[in-house]
């Protein structure tokens, strides 16, 4: 088997990773407050990286440091956002694709804060987005805007700026030590919310517990091993429309694990989103190919 295609199959696990833990993370929930949930998830997540980049976070500097701390706290703010959609949503799959807005919500953040005009493929896909989040929203009776929606937005453009802020964080940290520390700091906010806010319960289910296991092991620390494993040996193009996949599966999986119902206009939005995701990464190949079949 070539890397390419080992890479290939290394990422499309990784989407499978990821949309699971989708269903980890709703079933821990269940028996653990949200907020303290992404706090010890992802703090633990960030240990179980520490031994990987300890070397590295020896040498890095002070302004160094900070810049990756403050990328942290916009991911903790996105991740917050996340855990809250989903603990008030009954359909884990229609987040899933709001959610996946967000690499489209990405230049549009990017041309204030940088000065970047948007590509003109983002223009093109626009449309096709906004439809497909109309559908979603159309309920038995027509237009209907739920909460968890609203949240999930939300989370997907604070997910946009992080991405934005990091792209840049990323040149001058290694990207396994900005990642360690980001998910350090995301899982401290995670804890100060839940101090805050929250109330723990009296005993936790040792099945809770499993699920949450689950999250830390496969869904975030083997993800983030596998997705890098997966990039390195594919091109960016390539990584980013297997990626694409993970709303897809979560899809799949909600459907298996809790029969979330797909009327046939969500079904319909998901796959104008799914379009617009994939006309977008993919939009300018796909016209200079039929340039050259015209000629």
Same mark, same amino acid.
Not at 62 to 78: H, K, N, Q, T
Not at 88 to 109: C, H, K, Q, R, Y
Not at 266 to 285: D, E, S, V
């Given at each position: 088997?070539?890397?390419?295609?080992?890479?290939?199959?290394?990422?499309?696990?990784?989407?499978?990773?990821?949309?699971?833990?989708?269903?980890?993370?709703?079933?821990?929930?269940?028996?653990?407050?949200?907020?303290?949930?992404?706090?010890?998830?992802?703090?633990?997540?960030?240990?179980?990286?520490?031994?990987?980049?300890?070397?590295? @976070?020896?040498?890095?500097?002070?302004? #160094?440091? +900070? %810049?990756?701390?403050?990328? =942290?706290?916009?991911?903790?703010?996105? /991740? $917050?956002?996340?855990?809250?959609?989903?603990?008030?949503?009954?359909?884990?799959?229609?987040?899933?694709?709001?959610?996946?807005?967000?690499?489209?919500?990405?230049?549009?953040?990017?041309?204030?804060?940088?000065?970047?005009?948007?590509?003109?493929?983002?223009?093109?896909?626009?449309?096709?987005?906004?439809?497909?989040?109309?559908?979603?929203?159309?309920?038995?009776?027509?237009?209907?805007?739920?909460?968890?929606?609203?949240?999930?937005?939300?989370?997907?453009?604070?997910?946009?700026?992080?991405?934005?802020?990091?792209?840049?964080?990323?040149?001058?940290?290694?990207?396994?030590?900005?990642?360690?520390?980001?998910?350090?700091?995301?899982?401290?906010?995670?804890?100060?919310?839940? @101090?805050?806010?929250?109330?723990?319960? #009296?005993? +936790? %289910?040792?099945?809770?517990? =499993?699920?949450?296991?689950?999250?830390? /092991? $496969?869904?975030?620390?083997?993800?983030?091993?596998?997705?890098?494993?997966?990039?390195?040996?594919?091109?960016?193009?390539?990584?980013?429309?297997?990626?694409?996949?993970?709303?897809?599966?979560?899809?799949?999986?909600?459907?298996?694990?809790?029969?979330?119902?797909?009327?046939?206009?969500?079904?319909?939005?998901?796959?104008?989103?799914?379009?617009?995701?994939?006309?977008?990464?993919?939009?300018?190949?796909?016209?200079?190919?039929?340039?050259?079949?015209?000629?």
């Amino acid at each position: 088997m070539t890397l390419d295609r080992r890479a290939d199959l290394i990422l499309i696990g990784t989407t499978i990773l990821a949309a699971a833990g989708w269903i980890f993370s709703k079933e821990a929930i269940q028996g653990l407050p949200p907020f303290g949930f992404i706090g010890a998830r992802f703090v633990l997540a960030s240990l179980c990286l520490l031994p990987f980049c300890y070397s590295g @976070l020896k040498l890095v500097n002070r302004r #160094e440091l +900070i %810049r990756a701390m403050g990328v =942290g706290c916009l991911l903790g703010c996105s /991740l $917050l956002l996340w855990i809250y959609s989903i603990s008030v949503s009954d359909t884990l799959g229609e987040g899933a694709f709001i959610m996946s807005l967000s690499m489209l919500f990405v230049p549009l953040i990017a041309w204030p804060l940088f000065r970047q005009r948007p590509p003109q493929m983002f223009w093109w896909s626009l449309p096709a987005a906004v439809g497909g989040l109309m559908l979603l929203s159309l309920g038995g009776g027509g237009w209907q805007q739920s909460a968890s929606q609203l949240w999930f937005l939300c989370a997907a453009l604070a997910l946009a700026l992080h991405f934005n802020v990091n792209s840049r964080v990323v040149r001058h940290v290694p990207p396994l030590l900005l990642t360690c520390i980001q998910l350090f700091v995301a899982g401290v906010m995670g804890w100060i919310a839940s @101090l805050s806010v929250e109330t723990w319960p #009296e005993s +936790i %289910r040792l099945s809770t517990w =499993g699920w949450f296991a689950m999250s830390v /092991l $496969l869904a975030t620390s083997l993800r983030y091993v596998m997705q890098t494993t997966g990039q390195t040996h594919s091109t960016a193009a390539n990584a980013a429309i297997i990626m694409v996949l993970e709303p897809v599966w979560t899809v799949v999986l909600s459907i298996i694990w809790y029969g979330e119902a797909m009327p046939m206009h969500k079904l319909l939005g998901c796959c104008l989103i799914l379009a617009a995701l994939l006309f977008y990464r993919r939009g300018p190949t796909l016209l200079s190919w039929l340039k050259a079949k015209t000629r």
